[in-house]
Nanobody, 111 residues
Framework: QVQLVESGGGLVQPGGSLRLSCAAS????????VSWYRQAPGKERDLVAG???????NFADSVKGRFAVFRDNAKNTVYLQMNDLKPEDTAVYYC?????WGKGTLVTVSS
């Protein structure tokens, strides 16, 4: 059974940083592309960032230069490093691999 578990969310002030984790069981993340999505209240779920099995990354224009995504294959975990956070980054962040989704972790950016 595949499980994806996000963690690392919380309340942070504008300009601050957070690192989200997506830990997997039942699947080897290194074999698959992994994506991070987010959903703000009242809005659709949008793609934020992704990393391929070869390590190539892509980012939404709104987070380019501020977010990074990387893998730790030994821990079977993918991370989303978020810097210079803005109030508009407030959302529930989800990890996605193929048809599997985690339950999300809430990020709130507020002073």
């Amino acid at each position: 059974q595949v499980q994806l578990v996000e963690s690392g969310g919380g309340l942070v002030q504008p300009g601050g940083s957070l690192r989200l984790s997506c830990a997997a069981s039942g699947i080897f993340l290194r074999v698959y592309p992994v994506s991070w999505y987010r959903q703000a209240p009242g809005k659709e779920r949008d793609l934020v960032a992704g990393i391929t099995n070869t390590g190539s990354t892509n980012f939404a224009d709104s987070v380019k230069g501020r977010f990074a995504v990387f893998r730790d294959n030994a821990k079977n975990t993918v991370y989303l490093q978020m810097n210079d956070l803005k109030p508009e980054d407030t959302a529930v962040y989800y990890c996605n691999v193929l048809r599997w989704w985690g339950k999300g972790t809430l990020v709130t950016v507020s002073s």
